[in-house]
């Protein structure tokens, strides 16, 4: 499955430091996420499907 925050992020003008702070998943995860360096957990992407 492919994670497509970054997308979703710059389509609502999110910057990974706002969204970090509206989930609160550090901005570093968040950016191995995007890069497909690790895989995000149920709860955080329920997280950063809320926002």
Known sequence: MEILTWQA????NITLIKL???????K???NNIENGKVSPTINQLEAIAKD
């Open 20 to 26: 970090s702070g509206l989930t609160g998943i550090s």
């Open 9 to 12: 992020r710059h389509d609502k």
């Open 28 to 30: 570093s995860t968040l």
